[in-house]
């Protein structure tokens, strides 16, 4: 093939909107040319939370001219697109069905075939946008709705270590910033607030710290705090709490990484090991020091995303359109919407936490 494949990538699962277009060099590294993201934090801050109705009614006024924007800017014409890629799950269903639906159209105008994304497998990719990443690798999964170890094999091919038995981890960030009255999205003001407080302060819970393997939870931890929010009057105790919830979560990852190191190593002899980190959390700077010096540790090479593709993006998902595209991996216009769209769909239950979800 000579002419480089043209992409172009839809996202609208949750709160952003978006729409990328991407294409690759002649050694098959990935080029965004454009990655437009718009972001609904003004629509839903009042509420503290993502509310689905206005999520959707967002998405469908910004749709169009935020696919528009990502053309303009990439300098390609509509024609010159070789396949449409739009994020059909997991996610909120109403919010999904605005971006998988402009998605087909779109195909179905230009005659092009149309690639239907998982959400997780765009975060699971990610760090390929900027780094050269062999399978398999070891994949920690740190989003607003998902906490996962996988290892990743190949395009499709994943096999979860371990999961959050509870709460996700971007959740359990944002739920402590709400007791704490940060206005939502609270869980980055959360690493700016830690910054100023004394992280030995409160000695707080680390659930299945010793047992479950590299599962996790993070419920109980949620459940202290609001004991915690209750005593606390002044702002340093506010940094303090943040700083140390935030050094609970350290230690709890560096545990749970550690023993996904030993699943990972057991599950495949290859020379080379790398440990990748993706999705929202991902973006926080302690959590990536502690794990780049873990992996040091282990002799694990850290491939991490750049912050800025830590969190929801439509280059992500133009990249597993790319992949499939190349492997002509097409889906049919009538593909569904899937509010829940495991990466593994075989792991149904927690071997370790001995919990069926
Ligand atoms: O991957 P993402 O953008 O959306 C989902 O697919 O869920 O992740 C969003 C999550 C939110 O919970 C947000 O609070 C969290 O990532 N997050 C952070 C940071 N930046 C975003 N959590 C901790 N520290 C950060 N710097
Ligand atoms: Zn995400």
Redesign the pocket.
């Known amino acids: 093939m000579n002419k480089k494949p043209l992409i172009l990538g839809i996202e609208s699962s ?1 709160d952003e909107t978006a729409a990328s277009l991407i294409t690759e060099n002649k050694q098959g590294i990935p080029i965004v040319l454009s990655n437009i993201i718009s972001s609904q934090v003004e629509v839903h801050k009042e509420f503290g939370g993502v509310v689905p109705e206005l999520a959707a009614r967002s998405h469908i006024e910004k749709i169009d001219w935020i696919v528009k924007k990502a053309i303009d800017k990439s300098g390609r014409k509509i024609k010159e697109i070789d396949a449409v890629a739009s994020t059909a799950g997991p996610g909120l269903i109403v919010c999904l069905s605005v971006g998988l639906s402009f998605g087909k159209a779109f195909a179905k105008a230009i005659d092009k075939p149309f690639i239907a994304v998982n ?1 997780l497998e765009g ?1 699971a990719l990610s760090p390929k946008l900027n780094s050269k990443l062999n399978y398999p690798y070891l994949l920690l999964l740190i ?3 998902h906490t996962q170890f996988l290892s990743v094999n190949g395009l499709g091919k994943y096999k979860r270590l371990g999961t959050t038995i509870d709460d996700a981890l ?2 359990a ?2 739920k402590t910033a709400k007791l704490l009255g940060i206005e939502f ?4 003001q ?2 700016i607030l830690a910054e100023k407080g004394n992280s030995k302060k409160y000695d707080l819970p680390k659930p299945i710290f010793n047992k479950g393997g590299c599962n996790l939870s993070f419920a109980g931890l949620k459940t202290s705090i609001l004991k915690i929010t209750k005593t606390i009057k002044t702002d340093q105790e506010k940094f303090d709490l943040a700083a140390s919830f935030q050094k609970t979560v350290e230690e709890i990852l560096y545990k749970k990484t550690q023993i996904a190191f030993d699943e990972f190593g057991k599950l495949n002899n290859s020379k080379e090991k790398i440990f990748v980190i993706a ?3 991902a ?2 700077k302690n959590i990536r020091t502690m794990l780049v010096n873990l992996c040091e540790e282990n002799n694990y090479q850290s491939i991490f995303p750049p912050i800025e593709l830590c ?2 993006n439509a280059a992500m998902i133009a990249l597993v359109g790319l992949e499939k595209f190349k492997s002509e991996q097409f889906d049919d216009l009538n593909y569904p919407a899937k509010p829940r769209w495991p990466l593994d769909e075989d792991a149904i239950f927690l071997k370790g936490a001995g919990v069926q979800l």
Request: proline share 9%; glycine share 34%.
């Open positions: 949750c959400h975060h989003s607003g709705g971007g959740e960030f944002d999205p609270g869980g980055p959360i690493e999705g929202g959390v973006a926080n969190g929801d």
